[in-house]
């Protein structure tokens, strides 16, 4: 029918504006984002998608800038690592599973 929901469940923890947001290269599930709030957060996405509820809790919460966190990109061939950016001027590589 062409028809979507009228008010879908949405994937929505952060205090501020996201400005950027990255799927993982090699998990579909995992997603990335950053934000104004200053936080980096991976999500863990269900299978079959976010349903009733809004995802409202991060499997993980990178805190590490001073300003707001610009931009997110998964590395390309390691699985876990993530380089992020802010208006800290700062660069932040990351491992996702330990959250440091």
Do not use: M
């Not at 290269?25 to 509820?53: H, M, R, T």
């Amino acid at each position: 029918t062409g028809k979507g929901t009228p008010n879908p469940p949405l994937v929505a923890g952060h205090k501020a504006t996201v400005l950027d947001i990255k799927f993982h290269p090699f998990n579909p599930y995992i997603v990335a984002s950053a934000s104004e709030d200053c936080l980096v957060k991976i999500w863990q996405i269900p299978e079959g998608g976010v349903e009733g509820e809004n995802l409202t809790e991060a499997v993980q919460v990178l805190k590490g800038h001073r300003r707001k966190a610009g931009t997110v990109q998964f590395h390309p061939t390691a699985s876990n690592v993530l380089a992020t950016s802010g208006a800290d001027y700062d660069l932040h590589l990351w491992d996702i599973e330990e959250g440091k």
